[in-house]
Each structure stands twice: as C-alpha cells, then as structure tokens.
C-alpha cells in the first residue's frame, strides 16, 4: 500500500512562487511514477506534470511548461513541484499521484489519469490577481 501526503499549497499573489511536497509511504514507492494533477472548481482533473522513477524522465502538460519544474529525493520519498509565475489560472487543488504501471513508459502516458493507482487527499492553492 502507498500513502501520499501533499503539503506547500496556499494563498500567494499572481507572479510569486509556492514548492508543493508530496510525501510517500511504502516499501515501494521509490520506484513509481509520480505525478501532480489539479482540479478546479467545476472543472475535470489535469495533468500538470509527473517524474520517473529515478527523475531521468519527465513530462509537463503545456500550459505550465517552463512555469513549473518537478523533481524528486528518493532518499526523502519526496516529490516536489516548483511553481512560478502564478497566474490566476493555476488556482485549484492539487493532487499527486503514483502509479506503478507508468514504469515502463514515458512521455505523453504520464497524463493520463486511470493509469495512476494511489492518490494523495490534495493541498489548495489560490492565486490572486
């Protein structure tokens, strides 16, 4: 079983910075895709951005691409998303995810949602302008 605890969210205004963590349990879960997504009000879960395992691979959807950067300290089972440049639009909760089916792909499979097995209860963030 995998247990993940996201944390960093916040009220921040447009153009500053937050680092979301995404803190795991579990015997295995260094060698698992990582992934944040986030929600909206109204609005369907997103991919943002995810990781291999061993940080060698990683894909950004393109509305945050050169705007958030996502890294990992196995030693840590730690995850984290570097956010910039905040704009009103990246308001939402956001969620991280890991799946261990993604293992043996990469790229565009990061996105999609089914894949990931193990989801954290998500941290707010809410952007001001």
């Known amino acids: 079983q995998v247990q993940l605890v996201e944390s960093g969210g916040g009220l921040v205004q447009a153009g500053g910075s937050l680092r979301l963590s995404c803190a795991a349990s579990g015997r295995t879960v260094g060698t698992y895709v990582t992934g944040w997504f986030r929600q909206a009000p109204g609005k369907e879960r997103e991919f943002v951005a995810a990781i291999s395992w061993s940080g060698g691979s990683t894909y950004y959807s393109d509305s945050v691409k050169g705007r958030f950067t996502i890294s990992r300290d196995n030693a840590k089972n730690t995850v984290y998303l570097q956010i910039d440049s905040l704009k009103p639009e990246d308001t939402a909760v956001y969620y991280c995810?890991?799946?261990?089916?993604?293992?043996?792909?990469?790229?565009?499979?990061?996105?999609?949602?089914?894949?990931?097995?193990?989801w954290g209860q998500g941290t707010q963030v809410t952007v001001s302008s």
């Open positions: 995810g890991a799946s261990a089916r993604l293992r043996v792909y990469s790229g565009p499979y990061y996105s999609r949602r089914e894949l990931y097995d193990y």
